[in-house]
């Protein structure tokens, strides 16, 4: 399909396990964006990629988060030593420029146990 | 202060109503500015987005004053497919990213 692709879709992890997260942006997106959503809340930024620019990570809540992204194509999240406060749907957004609306994939919902 | 503020509602309002949403942000060097849809357990979707002479979808208006860092949302003549969580949305300058309001739940009845 034509339209951002995440997966797994679902996870379930053993605390203090590490997970990792993929992203599939639209074909041409510059623009990549993390979020995470818990149950009831609102979108928390976590990271922001454009181009080859230095990545926005001033959301990222600890040093247990990291991403990284391969040009203008794939990322992958990763959560090292999970905690049961990390359990949250994982949302991953692309868009085609600066300024421009971002498209949404259907989020991976991680849960820790 | 938060970097974009909305009324959680929930706004309960029938079937051909209008309701109004406001968002308030407080970075005033952001860029741009859109409105997304949010349905339970789904991804945000785009709305709209608004532009500073204000702009119209069918039934739906943004307006945006840059003075006082305002933006809204206009539904007229609500439908039950309406019902939804409204999340309003703020690009920083250049370089960062979209940071989205918690949103306001609106719930359409028949």
């Known amino acids: 399909g034509a339209g951002v692709s995440q997966s797994p879709s679902n996870k379930v992890t053993e605390k203090g396990k590490d997970v990792e997260l993929r992203c599939d942006p639209i074909s041409g997106h510059t623009a990549l964006y993390w979020y995470r959503q818990r149950l009831g809340q609102g979108l928390e930024f976590l990271i922001y990629?454009?181009?080859?620019?230095?990545?926005?990570k001033s959301g990222l809540p600890s040093d247990r988060f990291s991403a990284e992204r391969t040009g203008e194509s794939v990322s992958t999240l990763t959560i090292q030593r999970t905690q049961q406060e990390d359990s949250a749907v994982y949302l991953c957004a692309s868009s085609f420029g600066e300024n421009t609306e971002a498209f949404f994939g259907q989020g991976t919902r991680l849960t820790v146990v | 202060r938060k970097e974009v503020e909305q009324d959680p509602g929930p706004f309960n309002v029938p079937e051909g109503a209008t309701v109004a949403f406001n968002c308030t942000y407080s970075?005033?060097?952001?860029?741009?500015f859109f409105w997304y849809r949010q349905d339970c357990r789904k991804e945000p979707k785009l709305l709209m987005s608004v532009y500073s002479s204000g702009n119209e979808d069918g039934r739906f208006t943004a307006q945006l004053n840059r003075a006082s860092q305002y933006i809204s949302l206009l539904i007229r003549d609500s439908k039950l497919s309406d019902s939804a969580t409204y999340l309003c949305?703020?690009?920083?300058?250049?370089?960062?990213?979209?940071?989205f309001g918690k949103g306001t739940t609106l719930s359409v009845s028949s």
């Open positions: 990629f454009q181009g080859n620019s230095a990545p926005d």
């Open positions: 970075n005033s060097a952001s860029q741009s």
């Open positions: 949305v703020v690009k920083r300058q250049a370089g960062t990213a979209l940071i």
